[in-house]
Nanobody, 117 residues
Framework: QVQLVESGGGLVQPGGSLRLSCAAS????????MAWYRQAPGKQRELVAG???????NYADSVKGRFTISRDNAKNTVYLQMISLKPEDTAMYYC???????????WGQGTQVTVSS
């Protein structure tokens, strides 16, 4: 059974920082591309950041320079370090695991990030 369990969300003031974690089980983590998506109320889910099995990364323009995605294959965990948070970063953040060769795709349950004073 595949599980992606996110943690680290919460309430933070504008300009603050958070680090999200996503622990994976039930998959061969190292061969999966991992990503963070977010969905704000009334909006579509959007890609925030992705990291390939080889470590290549990509980011949404809105978070470049503020967010950093990383992975620890020994711990089966992907991280999202977020700094200089803005109210518009408020959303539910979801972890995603994707295996390119057969299009397997898995989602976590989400962790809420709220940026507010």
């Amino acid at each position: 059974q595949v599980q992606l369990v996110e943690s680290g969300g919460g309430l933070v003031q504008p300009g603050g920082s958070l680090r999200l974690s996503c622990a994976a089980s039930g998959i061969t983590f190292s061969i999966y591309a991992m990503a963070w998506y977010r969905q704000a109320p009334g909006k579509q889910r959007e890609l925030v950041a992705g990291i390939g099995s080889g470590g290549s990364t990509n980011y949404a323009d809105s978070v470049k320079g503020r967010f950093t995605i990383s992975r620890d294959n020994a711990k089966n965990t992907v991280y999202l370090q977020m700094i200089s948070l803005k109210p518009e970063d408020t959303a539910m953040y979801y972890c995603n695991a994707h295996f390119v060769l057969n299009a397997e795709n898995y989602w976590g349950q989400g962790t809420q990030v709220t940026v507010s004073s």
